[in-house]
């Protein structure tokens, strides 16, 4: 049988208690409704916090690789564009140069074709050494290979090989054979830069061929890394996000409860005033 004290109210520590509890939670749906996290920090829940974040820094350091990745590309459709016009420069050198071969040629003809050949190998020359992208060039010899970042670790990367078609005096050291010093002075001398300029021709389509494989894995993963950043934020959310449909639910039926438990606790803080009764 309960003792009736003025100095000990049980009923008003039990409702105290419950209303303190009602408090608690009804204070935890107000934050998650307003930051619209179930774990906001790692008081809420350390375990997933702690993913949370880890998680949150894989998809900030993929910003990184797809920023590495579109550099690299960059420097690769730069010279991949460069090499499409020297293709077409070394198509126009072969022209120049089977029309030079021609034995039956005037000198006032050949001398105006060897004029339009130097011009276009000195312009072969001006592409290549313009041909760069933040400072890096793929075609003029100084960069045997870029790499991008392949992964938020930076254990991985993707590598691409320059493709040197640089023109020297002697023609060597690059896969355009053609010296920079190329003439067509007489039909002889034009008839064997035929079979230079259809080398060089040849190997620079392999080149472009090269360089585009390259830059078609370069987009290829630059997707890859930006479905992966998607992936991992839609992983983080479900571990962090909350319901706000259940938590507005469970928002009115706590308001409820607080207020019940207010008027729980009115009544308990009463019961004592019974005690005045045995007294008259």
Not at 238 to 264: F, P, W
Request: no cysteine; proline share 0%.
């Amino acid at each position: 049988m309960p003792v009736n004290s003025v100095n000990t109210n049980v009923g008003a520590m039990i409702a105290l208690q419950n209303l303190n509890r009602t408090n608690n939670d009804l204070q935890t749906t107000q934050n998650r409704i307003n930051t619209g996290l179930k774990v906001a920090n790692a008081k809420d829940n350390g375990a997933t916090w702690a993913i949370a974040q880890n998680q949150r820094s894989a998809v900030s350091s993929l910003d990184a690789v797809k920023d590495s990745l579109s550099r690299a590309s960059s420097v690769v459709d730069v010279a991949s564009s460069a090499g499409e016009s020297i293709s077409d420069m070394l198509t126009q050198l072969k022209e120049k140069a089977l029309a030079a071969s021609d034995t039956s040629l005037d000198s006032t003809s050949r001398k105006a074709l060897d004029a339009d050949f130097k011009s276009i190998v000195s312009q072969i020359s001006k592409t290549i050494e313009n041909s760069s992208f933040n400072g890096i060039n793929l075609l003029d010899g100084s960069k045997g290979s870029i790499t991008a970042l392949a992964n938020d670790k930076g254990t991985s990367v993707m590598t691409v090989k320059g493709q040197d078609m640089s023109l020297s005096t002697t023609g060597a050291g690059s896969i355009i054979t053609l010296s920079l010093g190329a003439a067509l002075s007489s039909a002889t001398h034009a008839g064997s830069l035929l079979t230079t300029l259809d080398t060089s021709i040849s190997n620079v389509s392999s080149a472009l061929a090269n360089l585009g494989t390259a830059s078609k894995s370069l987009e290829n993963h630059a997707d890859f890394v930006g479905k992966l950043q998607d992936s991992i934020t839609a992983g983080i959310g479900n571990l962090v996000d909350a319901d706000l449909a259940k938590e507005s639910a469970k928002l009115q039926a706590l308001q409820t409860k607080q207020q019940l438990g207010i008027q729980a606790l009115s009544i308990a803080n009463q019961s004592t005033s019974t005690v005045l009764s045995l007294f008259r």
